[in-house]
């Protein structure tokens, strides 16, 4: 079963408009990490943030805002005044305690174009 | 720069060739990771590494795949009889062992396309 689910496909955006990436996961564990990356063209995998299991607060980097909700488990972000240099892959992604040696579950990803 | 570094960055091969890909992680972590993306797909884990010790493979990786990290520092990814189907990124990560060194920190990745 899928563990973690994007299920935006592709979204495009005019340059400057706001726009939100979801994450829905799945987990019986009670300490996971939830990860999100971003793949531009070039393909190498950035790493945006982590947020563990027992800590909701929500964060915000520049542009950049996370929500995480485990009530609802999701984790979406948020890119305001988006710009040209956003467009990339982004992938959610879900490491649990007790898998593998915290590999990583990555979602299909949500493929990102901004457009002047 | 000390991230992590993949080599080669592409390799074309042909069915039934075998193949070799190196990853040097960065110098401080402990764990080491092999990912394959295949296109429209997010990474699938294949295999990790906890110093040498090679402590959990996927199902993904079958027979044909060998991974070593002799000394706990370098790692390879070896693919021998190679079919069309291995044609992927082959991407490898890094991390801490600490909690708070979960993150893993990704190399830009080996293509292979095996024709």
């Known amino acids: 079963a899928q563990k973690v689910t994007q299920a935006q496909t592709e979204i495009s955006v005019v340059e400057k408009e706001d726009v939100t990436l979801d994450c829905v996961y799945e987990t019986r564990d009670t300490t996971y990490y939830l990860f999100w990356y971003k793949q531009p063209p070039s393909g190498e995998l950035v790493f945006l943030i982590r947020?563990?299991?027992?800590?909701?607060q929500n964060e915000i980097s520049g542009r950049y805002s996370w929500n995480f909700q485990k009530s609802t488990s999701s984790f979406n972000f948020t890119i305001t005044a988006s710009q040209v240099v956003d467009s990339a892959v982004y992938f959610c992604a879900l490491s649990e305690a007790g898998n593998s040696g915290y590999a990583l579950n990555f979602g299909k990803g949500t493929s990102l174009l901004v457009t002047p | 720069d000390t991230g992590v570094s993949q080599d080669p960055r592409h390799k074309i091969t042909k069915r039934g060739q075998n193949v070799t890909f190196r990853c040097d992680p960065i110098s401080e972590h402990n764990r080491l990771y092999w990912y394959r993306q295949t296109l429209g797909q997010g990474p699938e884990f294949l295999t990790y590494?906890?110093?040498?010790?090679?402590?959990?493979k996927s199902r993904l990786l079958s027979d044909r795949f060998s991974a070593e990290r002799p000394k706990g520092s370098f790692s390879t990814l070896e693919i021998q009889r190679t079919e069309q189907g291995d044609s992927a990124m082959y991407l490898c990560?890094?991390?801490?062992?600490?909690?708070?060194?979960?993150?893993?920190?990704f190399g830009p990745g080996t293509r292979l396309t095996v024709l």
């Open positions: 590494f906890q110093n040498e010790a090679q402590l959990e």
């Open positions: 947020r563990n299991s027992f800590d909701e």
């Open positions: 990560a890094s991390s801490e062992t600490s909690n708070l060194g979960l993150t893993q920190y």
